[in-house]
T-cell receptor
Framework: AQSVTQLGSHVSVSEGALVLLRCNYS??????LFWYVQYPNQGLQLLLK??????LVKGINGFEAEFKKSETSFHLTKPSAHMSDAAEYFC???????????FGAGTRLFVKA | KAGVTQTPRYLIKTRGQQVTLSCSPI?????VSWYQQTPGQGLQFLFE???????NKGNFPGRFSGRQFSNSRSEMNVSTLELGDSALYLC?????????????FGQGTRLTVV
């Protein structure tokens, strides 16, 4: 069965600093992986997705993620944090059969001025 | 192109009542999924519909049910509400419901049970 684990429920960075949000996956088949962002009282917005085409995936708002099969990881990064990046981020994997998305517990990102 | 629309955005109900939430997917999307989001349990999958058929169901009691209409709009119903049903209910639609298709989410319905 597929699952994802996000390391760290809260991450705090200074504005302009590197953002690194960690995600490890477990899957018996080649995974389809996603990062979503959620702002307060909003739905989820897709940041980027990995579908086996390229290991380094670029998304919206300057975010990118690298798929590392040897480490079963799909960490999300952004070179320079902006105040508007403060939100909750969810790593997710497509479930068996492709009928549902399985989410991690989420990481709340705080950006300090 | 309009996104996924969920109505209502906010709802307050009393224990024991029932509630119906509505979701209109993106035009052309035929798969609709529902998720419950709570601070303690995170995002949990409720069920998924494709062409009016439930294809997958999460681990929720029978009080939670859903359906999909021929125009792909979906409703979910919760009967005999409990305090623990208070949550943000999110609906997501996908284009064809096949693998390798990301889900587009609505803004959710915030249900409060008192």
């Amino acid at each position: 069965a597929q699952s994802v684990t996000q390391l760290g429920s809260h991450v705090s960075v200074s504005e302009g600093a590197l953002v690194l949000l960690r995600c490890n996956y477990s899957s018996s088949v080649p995974p389809y992986l996603f990062w979503y962002v959620q702002y307060p009282n909003q739905g989820l917005q897709l940041l980027l997705k990995y579908t086996s085409a390229a290991t380094l995936v670029k998304g919206i708002n300057g975010f990118e993620a690298e798929f590392k099969k040897s480490e079963t990881s799909f960490h999300l990064t952004k070179p320079s944090a902006h105040m508007s990046d403060a939100a909750e981020y969810f790593c997710a994997v497509l479930g068996t059969g492709g009928f549902k998305t399985i989410f991690g517990a989420g990481t709340r990102l705080f950006v300090k001025a | 192109k309009a996104g996924v629309t969920q109505t209502p955005r906010y709802l307050i109900k009393t224990r024991g009542q029932q509630v119906t939430l509505s979701c209109s997917p993106i035009s052309g999307h035929r798969s609709v999924s529902w998720y419950q989001q709570t601070p303690g349990q995170g995002l949990q999958f409720l069920f998924e519909y494709f062409s009016e058929t439930q294809r997958n169901k999460g681990n929720f009691p029978g009080r939670f049910s859903g359906r999909q209409f021929s125009n792909s709009r979906s409703e979910m119903n919760v009967s005999t509400l409990e305090l623990g049903d208070s949550a943000l209910y999110l609906c997501a639609s996908t284009r064809t419901g096949t693998v390798n298709t990301e889900a587009f989410f609505g803004q959710g319905t915030r249900l409060t049970v008192v």
